[in-house]
């Protein structure tokens, strides 16, 4: 597949304008891109264009290989590996439909994703976002749960139920109109991670109405991989998403309040998942300064032997927490 078929793609669609634009940036998942899009293929709601942005993935030429069945169905672009952000914001600028459905390229949806979601905008005409739950599969520790078993939603969304956590939002399985994320200023290109929670918060902040329902209409990969280094990197991007925030929004104190809790908790997160690898890494000294910081947070008994042996016997510490991570593992 070359950029040139995909420009002659567009130009036949010209005249054609969807509903929806299914937005999908793709980076080294050419073993799940066939299931992803044939989950969107498979929907009842059929007014829908297909955007897949191949963001600078080492897999590209199988990922192409595996685009071939489905031809001129979709729009293909390529581009250098510049992060999610970029790659949502490449599709938003080429995307046709009122509404945007985004998808990640390993995950999936069921047959009447879009039909319940456009039923939403259908009945409550002011909304702007809609979220359903996911089922969460590929680890065995989440065998069988869903998404909002694991992190509910309850209450209204609001800019404060997603600042203090009480509702989570599942990106796979998010609708918004077109025209509310780019007057929000769509995703923000710098965040390594998060951005999409970061452009709810704008959108709620602006007035935007977002719901949910609990029907179970996504497929929600959990893949395996280094959980610690993902959740440096997280609360990394969440402390520079509710740094921003404090900067650039007009809070009540209330709000306000709970926004710097987060950015507490956050960098908490941050000193706790760095000081546990700098600990393994045999990095004592570093590891007992960000374990300390972290500690003075959350106070926690056990984090504050770890302390201790890094004091005393700093290797036998290593060696146990090591040891402690193994067999959690092999006990899920």
């Known amino acids: 597949m070359t950029d040139i078929a995909i420009q002659a793609q567009e130009d036949t669609q010209v005249f054609e304008t969807p509903a929806v634009s299914v937005i999908i940036p793709a980076y080294n998942t050419a073993p799940y891109i066939a299931e992803t899009l044939s989950s969107v293929f498979a929907q009842t709601f059929t ?18 290989q595996a685009l071939v069945p489905y031809g001129n169905r979709i729009v293909y672009i390529k581009q250098a590996n510049l992060g999610a ?38 009945e409550i005409p002011l909304l702007d976002v809609v979220y359903c ?33 009480k509702c989570h939002v599942p990106f796979l399985c998010t609708m918004a109109r077109r025209q509310v ?3 929000a200023g769509a995703f923000d290109e710098s965040l390594p991670r998060c951005e999409d929670y970061d452009l709810l918060l704008r959108i709620l902040y602006r007035g935007g109405r977002m719901m949910y329902h609990k029907k179970v ?11 610690s280094q993902d ?28 926004l710097q809790k987060q950015i507490a908790l956050s960098q908490a997160g941050f000193d706790l998942e760095t000081g546990r690898n700098l600990l393994v ?9 960000s374990l300390t910081r972290a500690n003075n947070f959350f106070s926690r008994a056990k984090l504050k032997v770890v302390i201790l042996g890094l004091k005393w016997a700093p290797s036998w510490t290593r060696l146990a927490v090591i040891t402690w991570v193994k067999l959690i593992s092999c006990c899920d």
Do not use: C
């Open 47 to 64: 007014d829908f264009e297909v955007i897949l942005v191949n963001d600078g993935s080492h897999d590209t030429g199988e990922l192409e």
């Open 85 to 122: 952000g970029v790659a949502r914001n490449t599709g938003i600028k080429h995307a046709r439909g009122k509404y945007l459905a985004f998808l990640d390229s390993d995950d999936s949806w069921l047959p009447d994703y879009l039909a319940s979601q456009m039923k939403a905008f259908d």
């Open 133 to 165: 739950d996911a089922k969460l599969f590929g680890d065995r520790v989440f065998a069988g749960r869903t998404f909002m078993q694991t992190y509910p939603s309850n209450g209204p969304v609001t800019l404060e139920s997603l600042i203090s956590k």
């Open 181 to 183: 994320v780019v007057d």
């Open 217 to 227: 209409l996504g497929r929600y990969r959990i893949r395996p991989g280094s959980m």
């Open 231 to 258: 959740a440096v990197k997280v609360s990394k991007a969440l402390i520079a998403i509710y740094k921003n925030a404090d900067k650039t929004m007009e809070l009540p104190k209330e709000i306000r309040a709970k």
């Open 281 to 289: 890494a045999g990095d004592f000294s570093r590891a007992k300064d």
